[in-house]
């Protein structure tokens, strides 16, 4: 079985440039996360799709990241324009039912960074 | 502020040894804890889950919650250099039907053959 995979695994933009991050989830996950981890920090959460519905957005930083899940399949994360502090690893993970017990399984990461 | 905090490290034992990884949580409704190991530029992998008190065992590792303390912690038997990595201590909660994760900074492990 496929884990969840990220496209690209490295990015390198200028400020004020756009960049869109792709996951994809485990096959049949409903529960599709992102994380990010900027550098000296802890892994935190971004948003939260069900299916095609976001659950879950509180962790985006503004209103520059657009996430997106059209089809409950893959998702799609965009940074438009990219400021330096965006650089970072974004992370993916998907879940089955997204409960107590589930387990999160995570992609690489997607390395952005923004000069 | 929800947090999560690790023993900043780095940690390093001898190959043989006991590996112990400790985590305190401060939002007390946090429900379930997790244990991932994370490889220098790949994925975080879980390696242990552990929801109620006491101790949870599986191989070479053991996972601990003490929910009074606040506490969670993980002990690595018999420490080999492949155990060489990042730990990151994550905990959630069902607030809001959402199961997001909280993770710690991560500990560095070396074992040291």
């Known amino acids: 079985e496929a884990g969840v995979t990220q496209f690209p695994s490295h990015s390198v933009i200028e400020k004020g440039q756009t960049v869109t991050l792709r996951c994809d989830p485990i096959?049949?996950?409903?529960?599709l996360y992102w994380y990010r981890r900027v550098m000296g920090k802890e892994i935190k959460f971004l948003l939260h799709?069900?299916?095609?519905?976001?659950?879950?957005e509180s962790g985006m930083p503004n209103n520059r990241f657009l996430a997106e899940r059209t089809g409950g399949t893959y998702s799609t994360l965009k940074v438009q324009p990219a400021e330096l502090e965006d650089s970072g690893v974004y992370f993916c993970?998907?879940?089955?039912?997204?409960?107590?017990?589930?387990?999160?399984?995570f992609g690489p990461g997607t390395r952005l960074t923004v000069l | 502020q929800k947090e999560v905090e690790q023993n900043s490290g780095p940690l390093s034992v001898p190959e043989g040894a006991i590996a112990s990884l400790n985590c305190t949580y401060s939002?007390?409704?946090?429900?379930?804890f997790f244990w991932y190991r994370q490889y220098s530029g790949k994925s975080p992998e879980l390696i242990m889950s552990?929801?109620?008190?006491g101790d949870k065992e599986d191989g070479r590792f053991t996972a601990q919650l003490n929910k009074a303390s606040q506490y969670v912690s993980l002990l690595i038997r018999d420490s080999q250099p492949s155990d060489s990595a990042t730990y990151l201590c994550?905990?959630?909660?069902?607030?809001?039907?959402?199961?997001?994760?909280?993770f710690g900074k991560g500990t560095l492990l070396t074992v040291n053959p």
């Open positions: 993970a998907s879940s089955l039912t997204g409960g107590l017990t589930d387990t999160q399984y």
């Open positions: 096959s049949g996950h409903d529960n």
């Open positions: 799709f069900v299916k095609e519905s976001k659950q879950d």
């Open positions: 939002d007390r409704v946090s429900q379930s």
């Open positions: 552990i929801y109620s008190n």
């Open positions: 994550a905990a959630s909660n069902s607030g809001g039907s959402n199961y997001k994760l909280t």
